[in-house]
């Protein structure tokens, strides 16, 4: 048995001021008051509100207002949304409402005059504060990264921007902030940056923590200046495996665990080690202020402030096969949702029990009508629906990689532990069959037959799936202790994958564009830049890391137990 060296906490280290606690924070806070009467406390949706209002009331100020009191009324907000929530249980289609579209125009006018005309101290507590004060109030901004909030809607002790829908199903909770209610917040946020003089971090209740603007700033820089990694988080699932809990030496008590998002930014946290104590904070922070430096300039020009890779797996290692799935072209999800690019996605295999298999497009020969017929029954519950009967089912080895454009019906089979790379939308799966199965809430999970047979390509057939998606694999050079290999993506998708197998060190170049890599082989690796720009990096087995593309070039060498041992990496990047 190895010993795990998965870094479950990685952080940014830096030096700076940080508060711990209530009562550093008020004394603080207070302080504030002291020199400027008004501070307005911004908020990301998700955060508990009313935790932090019950301390902030302690501080006693002349004035106090609560942002939700200054809002629409429910119903109205209900009815502002409705056009983005639509009537569907997962999906919606992206808002181009604004914070300030949320304040009942009146209430706000009759709040700033009172805060205008108030000869003492003033505290507004909630999303969109910042647009109640006046320019000089002092802003304090309480962060949340999407993951916790997506915790909070399971144990629905959050509310919805402007309205309470703690009672409604999770997946409508969820809806509403992806289509909605974080694409708002996150607009907002991207005024403030400029304006905030503190950050605070509430992700653990009780346990609230405070930097000011130049620790906040100083912990982007450092991040942005080096190769880096988010903070992973595990989640199960109903086809969930055991071999990330051994592994990554996950916690026993979960019965298994099917995901780990490893790199999604917009919705995995970054910390920051601020002298010793860490602060965490959505790693989408890095995205919207150092887009160029991080994604690269031809990158950035196509996406703007969104990271378009995403890194993550899916352990099915006796667990179970994954829903059998199609992913929209961008055609429909641009149409149907106001998505830009869709989830095209690729399967390398990061490890393989002897009967692993994927299914991988549709075999040659099937009647079309008859499948989609024989899914429909299987909708209703009428019939089994027979998946080796219409899609390829192929033995999956270790190092194995299936290329998925979008059109393409696949799901990762049993006794498999897959890295998913694919392009970021992550909401955009419809299931087609799910074998009977239940959620981990008892109830069956949404199957979109309907949407899923308007985007199936039908030419992904046998043998164009095993000559363009199997191991579509090719020599780019070689020299003394390492080989590069090309292994995708699939010519319609716009990430590239390159795969090194090294005994010795290796040179990259970023070449414009941010890269991604996941070290698939190896214990221990160390990153390093030829100029000594940056601090040697150390990554560890199955550890996914950024490299911003302003960093150009950088080595590397494996270290510690890998030491003149065969390591591989595969790294993606935008092609352009």
């Known amino acids: 048995m190895r010993k795990p060296n998965y870094d479950r906490y990685p952080a940014t280290k830096i030096k700076g001021a940080i508060i711990e606690g209530w009562s550093g924070i008020l004394q603080s806070l207070k302080g504030t008051l002291s020199t400027c009467s008004v501070i307005g406390i911004d908020m990301y949706v998700g955060v508990h509100e009313d935790e932090v209002l019950s301390h902030i009331s302690n501080i006693e100020p002349d ?28 999906f919606g289609y992206m808002t181009n409402l604004s914070m300030i579209d949320y304040f009942d125009t009146e209430k706000l006018t009759e709040a700033r005059i009172k805060i205008e005309n108030c000869k003492g101290t003033v505290i507004v507590v909630g999303s969109g504060a910042s647009l109640v004060v006046p320019d000089s109030a002092c802003i304090v901004y309480i962060d949340m990264a999407r993951w916790e909030i997506q915790q909070r809607f399971r144990s629905r002790s959050i509310m919805a921007l402007g309205l309470d829908d703690r009672n409604e199903a999770i997946s409508l909770q969820h809806k509403r902030g992806y289509f909605n209610d974080w694409k708002i917040c996150d607009a907002h946020k991207n005024t403030l940056y400029n304006k905030v003089s503190y950050w605070m971090d509430t992700h653990i209740k009780g346990q609230p923590k405070m930097i000011d603007r130049e620790t906040f700033f100083n912990g982007i820089e450092t991040t942005i200046k080096k190769p880096f990694r988010v903070v992973p988080f595990f989640d199960p699932a109903p086809w969930g495996g055991q071999w990330m809990r051994n592994t990554f030496d996950l916690d026993k008590d979960n019965v298994n665990y099917g995901w780990c998002f490893d790199c999604v930014p917009e919705e ?27 994604l690269g300039e031809p990158v950035e020009s196509r996406f703007g402030k969104e990271f378009p890779i995403r890194f993550d797996f899916l352990d099915t290692v ?126 069956p999970r949404p199957i979109n037959v309907e949407r899923g047979k308007k985007v199936i390509d039908w030419t ?58 996941n070290l698939v082989e190896g214990e221990e690796v160390i990153i390093e830049d030829p100029k000594g720009l940056f601090e040697p990096f150390v990554v560890h087995y199955a550890e996914t890391f950024i490299i911003p593309a302003a960093l150009e070039e950088y080595t590397i060498t494996p270290t510690g137990k890998s030491e003149g041992q065969e390591c591989i990496v595969i790294k993606a990047y935008v092609r352009f």
């Open 63 to 90: 004035l106090i207002y609560k942002t939700r009191d200054l809002f629409k009324p429910e119903d109205e907000i209900r009815k502002m949304t409705e056009r983005f929530m639509t009537d569907d249980v997962l």
């Open 268 to 294: 995995n946290s970054l910390f920051l080690n601020v002298s010793g104590t860490l602060f965490e904070m959505p790693a989408v922070n890095v995205v919207f202020l150092k887009s160029r430096e991080l």
């Open 318 to 443: 006796q667990g179970g096969s994954l829903s059998l799935q199609v992913h929209p072209t961008t055609q429909f999800v641009h149409e149907s949702f106001g998505i830009h690019y869709t989830q095209d996605e690729s399967y390398y295999m990061v490890d393989a029990k002897e009967d692993a298999v994927v299914y991988l497009g549709l075999k040659t020969g099937i009647d079309k009508d008859e499948m989609i017929r024989d899914l429909e029954k299987a909708e209703r519950g009428e019939i089994v629906f027979d998946a080796d009967k219409y899609a390829n089912k192929i033995p999956a080895k270790k190092h194995d990689h299936f290329l998925i454009p979008s059109g393409t019906v696949h799901c990762s089979g049993p006794q498999g532990v897959v890295l998913e790379i694919s392009s970021t939308p992550n909401l955009f799966t419809f299931k087609l069959w799910d074998w009977e199965r239940l959620g981990l809430d008892g109830k």
């Open 460 to 517: 992904r057939d046998t043998e164009y799936t095993h000559k363009n998606l199997v191991n579509v694999c090719s020599t780019v050079s070689e020299g003394d202790g390492w080989l590069e290999e090309k292994t995708g993506l699939h010519p319609n998708e716009f990430i590239e994958t390159r795969r090194f197998r090294f005994s010795k060190k290796t040179s990259h170049k970023t070449n414009n564009s941010v890269n991604v890599l």
